[in-house]
C-alpha cells in the first residue's frame, strides 16, 4: 500500500476533523471520493459528510475497518475507548490506523489492538476545515517509512505536516493544536484596539486578520527569521518601533511562553487521564 489513489480511507466518525480530511483529500485530488467510506453514530453527520466529500456511507465501524486500507479513527477521545472495542481483533496486517484523537498515547492504540498494527497518531489543528492545517505525527507499531510519506501526503492536501517523536506530541498540542485560539484571541485584541483610535469594526476585523495572515505568509514563503523580518519593518523613530515597545513592555512574548506550556502541561495531565 505505498499509493494514496489505490487505497481506500475509512473514517470512523464522519464529524468535522474528518469531513474536512476527506474533503482535502478529495479536492486535492489525492483519492477519488468512491474511494473514501465513513460511520458515524449521529445520521446527520453521517449525511453531512457524504454531501460534502462524496464519500459513502457504513453502517458501523465494522464494516468501514473490513472495507478500508487506510482506518482514521476521528471520535472524540471520550468515545475512542467503544471504537477500540470494536476494533479490537479486527485489524489486518495490511491495514494502516491513523488516529487524530487529541491526547491518547499510541501505546494505548497497541494495547488493543495488538502491538503489530501499523499505527500513525495525528495532531491536526482546526484550519484544516479551510485547508490549512498545521499537523505534526509520530509513527509506531508496525508503521515504516512508507507509511510515514502516505499519511504526509494525505495530511498535506490540507496544510502542512511535519513528523516529530512521540514524546514531542503534547508539545504540538500546546503549540499548533491550541495556538488558532491564540491567534483568534491576538486577532480580537487587534481589531477591539483598531475600533479604540477609531476604525469601524469590519474594518477593523479584516485589516487585523489579514494582516496575521500576511505575515504568517511572510514568514511561511521568504524564510526568513521573523525577527528580520520585523527590523526591517522597524524604521527608526518610527510608528512600527513604538508599538513595539508598547508590545514588550505589556509581555506578549512572556504571554505566549505561558500560553504555551500551559496547554502542554494540560495536554500531559489529560493523556495520564486526569479530566479535572
Ligand atoms: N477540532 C479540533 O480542533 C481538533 C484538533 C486536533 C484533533 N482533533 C481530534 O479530532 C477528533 C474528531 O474531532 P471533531 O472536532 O471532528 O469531532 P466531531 O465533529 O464531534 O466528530 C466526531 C464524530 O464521531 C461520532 N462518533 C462518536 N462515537 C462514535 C462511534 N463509536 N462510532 C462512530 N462515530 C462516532 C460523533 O457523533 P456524536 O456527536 O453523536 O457523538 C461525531 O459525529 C477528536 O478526537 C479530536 O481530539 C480535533
Redesign the pocket.
Known amino acids: 500500500m505505498t499509493n494514496l489513489a489505490t487505497c481506500t480511507i475509512g473514517f470512523?466518525?464522519?464529524?468535522?476533523?474528518?469531513?474536512?480530511l476527506a474533503k482535502g483529500i478529495v479536492a486535492a485530488g489525492v483519492v477519488e471520493p468512491e474511494r473514501i467510506i465513513a460511520?458515524?453514530?449521529?445520521a446527520s453527520?453521517?449525511e453531512s459528510f457524504s454531501q460534502t466529500t462524496g464519500g459513502r456511507i457504513a453502517g458501523?465501524?465494522a464494516a468501514v475497518c473490513e472495507a478500508a486500507d487506510v482506518l482514521v479513527?476521528?471520535?472524540?477521545?471520550q468515545?475512542?475507548e467503544?471504537?477500540l472495542d470494536?476494533l479490537a481483533g479486527r485489524i489486518r496486517d495490511d491495514q494502516l490506523v491513523v488516529?487524530?484523537?487529541?491526547?491518547?498515547p499510541m501505546a494505548r492504540y497497541l494495547q488493543r489492538l495488538g502491538e503489530g498494527v501499523r499505527l500513525v497518531r495525528?495532531?491536526?489543528?482546526?484550519p484544516?476545515l479551510v485547508g490549512a492545517s498545521a499537523s505534526a505525527f509520530t509513527v509506531g507499531g508496525s508503521a515504516g517509512e512508507q507509511d510515514a510519506r502516505l499519511v504526509q501526503r494525505m495530511l498535506e492536501s490540507v496544510g502542512a505536516a511535519g513528523r516529530v517523536p512521540e514524546d514531542l506530541m503534547d508539545a504540538v498540542?500546546g503549540l499548533s493544536?491550541s495556538g488558532?485560539a491564540y491567534v483568534y484571541v491576538f486577532i480580537e485584541a487587534l481589531s477591539d484596539a483598531g475600533v479604540r483610535v477609531g476604525l469601524p469594526r469590519d474594518i477593523a476585523t479584516r485589516l487585523a486578520a489579514q494582516t496575521v495572515f500576511g505575515a504568517a505568509k511572510m514568514v511561511l514563503e521568504t524564510g526568513q527569521h521573523p525577527a528580520a523580518l520585523k527590523d526591517a519593518v522597524a524604521s527608526p523613530g518610527g510608528t512600527t518601533i513604538a508599538g513595539l515597545e508598547a508590545l514588550e513592555r505589556s509581555g506578549l512574548r512572556t504571554a505566549a511562553y505561558e500560553a504555551v506550556r500551559a496547554a502542554t502541561q494540560r495536554s500531559i495531565e489529560l493523556g495520564r487521564g486526569e479530566r479535572h
Do not use: E, F, Q
Open positions: 470512523i466518525g464522519a464529524g468535522r476533523m474528518a469531513t474536512a460511520c458515524d453514530v449521529s453527520a453521517a458501523d465501524a479513527l476521528a471520535v472524540k477521545p468515545h475512542m467503544a471504537v470494536t488516529t487524530i484523537a487529541a491526547g491518547i495525528v495532531m491536526p489543528n482546526t484544516c498540542t493544536g488558532p
